[in-house]
């Protein structure tokens, strides 16, 4: 038998602007939330090695030229700056291992 605790309760959920009654479970709850992309910064969208980093700071970028270069499921990835803009810090530098969501580049 379930206690009081342990009831599940219906939610209402959303979806383009149509309502579902659901059960939801306490991993969808504690979740993330989606925010907008940040086109001042560069997050890394999978995990990799920084194989080369081809700008500087204070160096200014143009819409699509290479940024930084990073080994990652036995794959080489080339990350391309998203607007034309100044670098303001680089977070990573060559042979640096980082995870998924790390802060690679900030834009001005």
């Given at each position: 038998?379930?206690?009081?605790?342990?009831?599940?309760?219906?939610?209402?959920?959303?979806?383009?602007?149509?309502?579902?009654?659901?059960?939801?479970?306490?991993?969808?709850?504690?979740?993330?939330?989606?925010?907008?992309?940040?086109?001042?910064?560069?997050?890394?969208?999978?995990?990799?090695?920084?194989?080369?980093?081809?700008?500087?700071?204070?160096?200014?970028?143009?819409?699509?030229?290479?940024?930084?270069?990073?080994?990652?499921?036995?794959?080489i990835?080339t990350?391309?700056?998203?607007?034309?803009?100044?670098?303001?810090?680089?977070?990573?530098?060559?042979?640096?291992?980082?995870?998924?969501?790390?802060?690679?580049?900030?834009?001005?």
């Amino acid at each position: 038998m379930m206690n009081d605790s342990e009831k599940a309760t219906i939610e209402t959920l959303w979806v383009d602007d149509t309502p579902y009654a659901t059960e939801l479970t306490q991993k969808y709850k504690n979740r993330k939330s989606w925010t907008p992309p940040d086109n001042r910064k560069i997050i890394a969208f999978l995990p990799g090695t920084v194989t080369q980093v081809l700008v500087q700071k204070g160096e200014q970028v143009t819409e699509g030229q290479a940024v930084i270069k990073f080994e990652a499921m036995k794959m080489i990835n080339t990350v391309q700056a998203l607007v034309s803009k100044k670098i303001k810090e680089i977070h990573v530098k060559v042979g640096d291992n980082f995870p998924k969501g790390f802060l690679l580049v900030e834009f001005e």
